[in-house]
């Protein structure tokens, strides 16, 4: 008899690979990027750094900090890396080594790196367009004068309402950024938009798009079916599987009471691995069992090792089979939905766990 006590983390890099290439088209002229900061959204940075480079020729990448630039260098020896948190003295040492590309946000970032030029680097600037998070505002774009504006290679925004199409805001930003860039940046290549950007059309794609969340298979267009592959699988197995008397509690503080006789699956699986505590009692998983696909409930508080499921309508259910908690059939998309948060949170917090069997799926 064989038994797994761990859940198991599947990544389809096939489909990240695909992912990338139909966002690269949807791109029209632009040129793709690749986000992987986060640890490449939690899934191993090294790993989807290499299968892009290698298997999807992508040779542009955004990284949050230094460290994560130098973690991936190595596996893109001539790709360019951009730092979306710029440069300061806790960095300046890799950006020196490894001619890392730094996004500048601020006048007192941009007076550090006068400072402290990289010879062949040429920074990228950031401009406020109405996130109203990092960037340059319009007053300070005014004070720079024209040799400091002659030091960037890149100008670049972030949107605020990219995954809702018809938001004012998306037509407010993009009117910004091309004025601003007009007026201060006429000759250098714009950068505004990140996957959901890719959605809105030629003229949110400027010529840099940077590919996250869609290319890891989340949908950030929900206005329209999902384009995307799933990339991230996740199951974990049954420990147990008990009946339920009427009348009997579930879990941490007694949530659940069985009203009618009942029968429940021990899941080794909870909020230690990123499972949202905010699933118990209204999340989901799912069986496969006697070629059928069964839906059940998780019932009582999700703990930090377990769930706990009402599998009475699933038909020979045994200690040892697999309890499905994201697929094709119930994505990332949906459980963030049912947890009342977003799919990128939950990619976040799954992916970082280090107690999963983790498994990564390539031709």
Known sequence: MSILTRPILEINLNHLVDNYKQLQQLANKSTAAAVVKDDAYGLNAEIVARTLYEK?????????????????????????IYVLQGIGQDSLEIFQRLKLIPVISSP???????????????PVIHIETGLNR?????????????????????????LAC????????NKHQLDNFCRLKEEFFP????????????????????DIVRLGAAMYGINTAPYRENQMKNVVYLKAPVLQVEDLSVGE????????????PRKIAIISIGYGD?????????????FKTLGKLSEARIIGRVSMDNIICDVTNVDALKVGDLAYLIDDFYTLDDMGRDAGTISYEILSRIGKN???LRKYIEA
Request: with cysteine; charged share 30%; proline share 2%.
């Open 162 to 169: 990219g995954d809702e199409k018809d938001h004012f805001m």
């Open 134 to 158: 990092l960037g340059f505002r319009e007053k300070e774009l005014k004070n720079l004068s024209e040799s400091e504006r002659k030091e960037f290679g890149l100008v670049m925004s972030h």
């Open 249 to 260: 509690f579930v879990g941490y503080s007694a949530t659940y009471r069985a009203n009618s």
């Open 187 to 206: 000759k250098i290549p714009g950068s505004l938009s990140a996957s959901d950007g890719v959605f809105l059309g030629i003229a949110f794609q400027q």
């Open 56 to 80: 999807a020729q992508c040779r542009n990448f955004f990284v949050a900090h230094a460290v994560e630039g130098e973690k991936i260098k190595k596996f893109v020896p001539d790709a360019s």
């Open 108 to 122: 007192e970032m941009l007076e550090y790196w006068k400072e402290n030029r990289i010879d062949g680097i040429k």
């Open 274 to 286: 990123g499972i949202p505590r905010s699933l118990s009692n209204v999340g989901k998983v799912f």
């Open 354 to 356: 280090t107690r999963y």
